[in-house]
T-cell receptor
Framework: GQNIDQPTEMTATEGAIVQINCTYQ??????LFWYQQHAGEAPTFLSY????GLEEKGRFSSFLSRSKGYSYLLLKELQMKDSASYLC????????????FGAGTQVVVTP | DTAVSQTPKYLVTQMGNDKSIKCEQN?????MYWYKQDSKKFLKIMFS???????INETVPNRFSPKSPDKAHLNLHINSLELGDSAVYFC????????????????FGPGTRLTVT
């Protein structure tokens, strides 16, 4: 099975930067996803990493180190609308299509 | 245009009843999923279908029975509802990655909030 750990909650100020870490233990790693979920809504896809390195997409970037079983999601120029839960999810080759989700990190953006 | 839709959005019912949740996707995806998100917001996969064939069946009570009449629809029927079944159930779909070995992002429906009293 997979163990996926991420912090429960983080608070940051509008305009600041926040980094959400995710560590995982798995065999047959086949990619790591980040999803955003606002309260009462569905998760929406943010990023996908399968190779080591940084993927940048506007204000959001995601990093992966497969050897360390580590990823982070970087949110820059925080806006109030970024207040949400951020879910780290791992895909493996032995469970095709199945995503194992972490418990999510609640990010609170304050004025 | 809605990509993944679910009905109903809210479902309140009593213990022991049988209920169904429907899901449809218009993305042309071959794979569909059911997830359960509990009160602690932990999202856990229940089932996955690829081209109407069951491919993932997690440790879920057999009171839960998915049915896929075609690859655009995946319904979830729950028998003898229990208090612990109260949760938000999400349907999702993704492109078929069985032949490519790659993973693709999943698109989630709006969720069905089930409350069992």
């Amino acid at each position: 099975g997979q163990n996926i750990d991420q912090p429960t909650e983080m608070t940051a100020t509008e305009g600041a930067i926040v980094q959400i870490n995710c560590t995982y233990q798995t065999s047959g790693f086949n990619g790591l996803f980040w999803y955003q979920q606002h309260a009462g809504e569905a998760p929406t896809f943010l990023s996908y990493n399968v190779l080591d390195g940084l993927e940048e997409k506007g204000r959001f970037s995601s990093f992966l180190s497969r050897s360390k079983g580590y990823s982070y999601l970087l949110l820059k120029e925080l806006q109030m609308k970024d207040s949400a839960s951020y879910l780290c999810a791992v895909s493996t080759t032995d469970s095709w299509g199945k995503l194992q989700f972490g418990a999510g990190t609640q990010v609170v953006v304050t004025p | 245009d809605t990509a993944v839709s679910q009905t109903p959005k809210y479902l309140v019912t009593q213990m022991g009843n049988d209920k169904s949740i429907k899901c449809e996707q218009n993305l042309g995806h071959d794979t569909m999923y059911w997830y359960k998100q509990d009160s602690k917001k932990f999202l856990k996969i229940m089932f996955s279908y690829n081209n109407k064939e069951l491919i993932i069946n997690e440790t879920v009570p057999n009171r839960f029975s998915p049915k896929s009449p075609d690859k655009a629809h995946l319904n979830l029927h729950i028998n003898s509802l229990e208090l612990g079944d109260s949760a938000v159930y999400f349907c999702a779909s993704s492109q078929d990655d069985s032949g490519t070995g790659s993973s693709y992002e999943q698109y989630f429906g709006p969720g069905t909030r089930l409350t069992v009293t």
